[in-house]
């Protein structure tokens, strides 16, 4: 017998690509355009084209045994060393390049870092609704992930819930903002709150807490008062995860980095962990066109004006047809209350409207969908009448 | 207390990283042409021009929502079914694209694979001398690694003490032909024989033994007469991984592919094993960007004449000095007795010469130093005073 652990994870895939894979199937019977798929977070706006400007420029003007050789498995220096400089400049840290460790995407990112803290049997919290790969990932580092409820109708941190779970197994708390899927940015007030939860309690148990911040959708926020805080500034033990799959519109080349914070004590050790968990996953260095091509376009992102669009078309529409969504404040999906309760049953009548969205169970929230809004406007403008017709079978 | 098993990893550099620092260090005191660097296998040979054409062709021409975007975790079909179809042709297997998954390279192929078999505590048995990383990634995966010494003076496999390194925990073989760091092609007679050892006991332990030939250096073959065993046509229960960093110049941008022979019966669970693996340990999918490389150029190489002429010279000029090598049939490795018998003292003592060649007892093999040639012509010439004195130095 091999392990079937990961035979299992291989054979049953996860809710999103299971539906996704319907709707593949769905269009090939119906036609394209009269299935409405909400289903994954593939962004549909293109990269920006500064992104093939310069990869057409790196590539014709370096040396090709220089860009497509190894670097060293942080990342190419120079490439760490602009990143680090464009984090201080918006956020007012001291990173250095040594901070940086340039991944494969937020995925690696997460991974490379839980396995660096995690002992066997050691916790993680994270906050409901929440991305199911997280329980994937921790519980392959040897860890457990323990997920906790937001906060009622608002999806925010519930600093009672997060402090009745800490206990002495907890080696970090993973948070998500911009939230797939909620689409809510968390309070700057309540970060505070969660740093001084994590100090007091990283003294009462005798054993740090990191906070682990995963942000691939830290660019994807449409609105100018909201900020989304930079933990780091709040508390000295914190590990961003990084990724450009959103922002840039990359999710397919797999690009991203874990900044360490170098306020923690335990900095040489917590990045020494980082580039061990790197070199025994296998991941070896990032794609260096990739760290490259970053190093050029750090401070671009791909036309967010269209995500905020479909969200204020979909969130006024949807709420006018009697659905309940909090308005999200990024990222690129709504999470909308499920009529009749069970989402799972409500996302199979979707079905028969041709809407794809998925039943929020595996975010760890019961009694919601996801709607991933990352699609061309006219397909919401077209799926509006379903949406409709969908609130109408339930009595809207 | 955080992971230490991954903080030490990632403390202690390798001893081949070692000492290529070390040779930066060196360069930048004495000069540049002043330091013979045989230390690290990163090309010297650049990416052939069709590496380039085709990039500007693809990143030209490809929707960039399409080229970027996420493929399916096992990789892109068109991509699979492409190499696929290479394969049958070369080797007269009968592999459909669904026996590929795509990988982030070599590294990657080897630790997916291993986290899919192994169970906690089983072994993987592999040939010493052998890449010092496999220890690491099989440690991860939860197995031990098992090194069985080569046949004495040939460094060919030597299956009277393979066999008696069988147990009831011996979860795969693992191979390496062309082997780094000794250059050797194992001949297929052995291989055959190796087949038919995993074969009966398999059945006598009642558990599958499963062979994985780790190939980064298959295209790297320098004699018409050589030809390296497709280990699928000879056993079932084969798994192959591959990797485009050395044949095409690549190792940065982490590419290449695990392919599962569909003779196995367990084919079917092997496979979503490897998806699990992929799964868990953050990989998502390979870069689609070479990917889609790949799917060019899959029957380019670099020019690999370069490094034929390498060992040619090497080759006949370090034994007309008095050193002990067997000829490598390929990859661009030569693995030389350390004159004095101690290879850690040898590799020192080849410093005052400023040659820098790995001491071989990380590769489980004590008394040689692996001389990487892939490296420039004229560096070899200016190095072969450096060798003669050395061997001098020892009385030759």
């Known amino acids: 017998m091999i392990n079937q652990k990961n035979v299992e994870l291989g054979r049953k895939r996860s809710s999103i690509r299971e539906l996704f894979e319907y709707g593949k199937k769905r269009k090939a019977e119906i036609g394209e355009d009269k299935v409405f798929d909400f289903s994954i977070g593939n962004p549909s706006v293109p990269a920006p084209a500064e992104v093939q400007n310069a990869l057409k420029e790196i590539i014709t003007q370096t040396d090709p045994v220089f860009l497509h050789g190894y670097t060293s498995a942080q990342g190419d220096f120079s490439v760490r060393k602009t990143l680090a400089d464009y984090i201080n400049l918006r956020f007012k840290t001291a990173l250095t390049a040594d901070c940086l460790y340039m991944t494969c ?32 990932f921790c519980e392959h580092a040897g860890g457990k992930l323990v997920a906790v409820e937001s906060e009622d ?3 925010q941190l519930d600093l009672k819930k997060i402090e009745n779970a800490i206990n002495a197994k907890t080696k970090a708390v993973l948070i998500n903002s911009p939230n797939n899927p909620s689409g809510v940015v968390y309070r700057e007030r309540d970060i ?29 926020v449409f609105d100018k ?21 959103k922002s840039l519109s990359l999710p397919g080349e797999r690009i991203g980095y874990i900044a360490v914070s170098n306020k923690m004590k335990e900095f040489e050790e917590v990045y020494a962990g980082v580039c061990g968990a790197g070199r025994a996953l296998g991941f070896v260095c990032a794609p260096n066109l990739f760290q490259q091509l970053v190093k ?4 671009k992102t791909s036309d967010i004006s269209i995500y905020k669009g479909n969200r204020d078309r979909l969130y006024s529409t949807l709420t006018g047809y009697g659905y309940t969504v909090v308005k999200p404040d990024g990222a690129f999906y709504l999470f909308v209350k499920a009529l009749g309760g069970d989402a799972r049953a409500f996302s199979e009548r979707a079905k028969n409207f041709e809407l794809l969205v998925v039943a929020g169970d595996d975010f760890g929230c019961a009694g919601y969908v996801r709607v991933s809004y990352c699609v061309a406007p006219d397909m919401i403008e077209r799926a509006l009448p379903a949406f409709k017709a969908l609130a109408e079978s339930y009595g809207k």
Chains 1, 2 share one sequence.
């Open 105 to 136: 995407g937020a995925a690696a990112s997460l991974t490379i870092t839980m396995n660096a803290l995690l002992n066997a049997g050691e916790e993680i919290i994270t906050v409901a609704p929440y991305f199911p790969e997280y329980k994937v």
């Open 153 to 155: 109708g608002t999806f």
């Open 192 to 220: 505070k709150k969660l740093a001084e939860l994590l100090e007091k309690y990283s003294e009462k148990f005798g054993g740090r807490i990191f906070l682990i911040s995963d942000e691939p959708y830290r660019e994807l």
């Open 296 to 299: 050029k376009v750090y401070d």
């Open 225 to 245: 008062d909201v900020t989304v805080p930079y933990v780091m500034n709040y508390y000295a033990h914190s590990i961003v995860c990084y990724s450009y799959s």
